[in-house]
């Protein structure tokens, strides 16, 4: 498995990658490639919870000065017009957790390969190449944000999901690696039903939905619906920026009714009942 991102204590990319992992210890003996900045939590949530991740092999590929890593300075230039830069240092990190891979194969000879982390379509890695069955996924990026949510977004939202949308477009069209991935996967995994929508669209590939954010069945079947004469909780849950759309919520908010009583969370209390991010 390539699972750039994997890291027990962090959300978003990290922690799907740590609990794809996870749940695929219970079945397999997954080895699994991660970046090198994720060993210490790693190695210490394994201490501590020696039970939750068995049969599992984390290799730690080998940082390079080239390499992206999420420290300020390279948060700094994601979010800048310099992003491909960042694109560029990760793709070198996926072409030597490649030959990492490849090499381990030889001396151990794996039954599939599975690209998982980073989500995006832009960077399939290499597993692909492997002349082992090749799982793909979740994957994600697909889908361009509506023109029309835009103008909510702030101009410097906007402009970066207009230049976005027209990229996305695109390398969906040129993007060489990514289409030979598609066509050489056996098992496609999108992460949501309109990526799903997407792949097929402009792969002709099919694949199976698996939400890597939703929660766990028996967590759904407990939360209980809002009664009529109960005023509406709100809690949000994310980073206050652009692509989270957090205006929308707010923009649905002034249009509710006035008799309709609603109360948001605060964000103190929230993070206080949460404890550490997982």
Not at 6 to 26: D, F, K, L, Q, T
Not at 79 to 84: D, E, I, Q
Not at 137 to 145: C, D, R, S, V, Y
Not at 146 to 155: A, E, H, I
């Amino acid at each position: 498995m390539n699972a750039y991102a994997c890291n027990p204590y962090h959300g978003s990319e990290e922690g799907v990658g740590w609990n794809w992992v996870r749940m695929i210890s219970a079945f397999a003996a997954p080895w699994v490639l991660v970046a090198s900045h994720h060993r210490q939590d790693i190695e210490d949530f394994q201490v501590n919870n020696p039970r939750v991740v068995r049969n599992v092999t984390f290799v730690y590929v080998p940082h390079k000065p080239w390499h992206y890593r999420p420290t300020p300075g390279w948060k700094w230039i994601e979010g800048s017009v310099f992003k491909p830069v960042m694109n560029m240092a990760y793709a070198l990190w996926l072409r030597d957790a490649f030959k990492v891979a490849r090499g381990l194969h030889r001396e151990q000879g794996f039954d599939l390969a599975h690209q998982l982390t980073y989500v995006g379509f832009r960077f399939p890695g290499h597993l692909w190449k492997l002349d082992i069955p090749f799982i793909w996924g979740p994957i994600g990026g697909l889908e361009n944000t509506p023109w029309r949510f835009l103008p909510v977004l702030g101009w410097r939202g906007a402009m970066y999901y207009a230049g976005r949308n027209l990229i996305n477009s695109l390398q969906k069209l040129t993007l060489r690696s990514a289409r030979k991935a598609f066509n050489k996967a056996n098992v496609l995994i999108a992460a949501t039903s309109g990526i799903q929508k997407e792949i097929d669209r402009w792969y002709g590939c099919a694949s199976q939905v698996i939400v890597e954010v939703g929660p766990p069945d028996k967590v759904a079947s407990k939360i209980n619906g809002r009664q009529s004469d109960e005023p509406l909780r709100l809690v949000w849950s994310g980073e206050h920026l652009p692509g989270k759309a957090l205006p929308l919520l707010m923009s649905a908010l002034a249009n509710l009714p006035e008799a309709l009583e609603w109360h948001p969370l605060p964000a103190m209390e929230s993070e206080a009942k949460a404890g550490r991010p997982q």
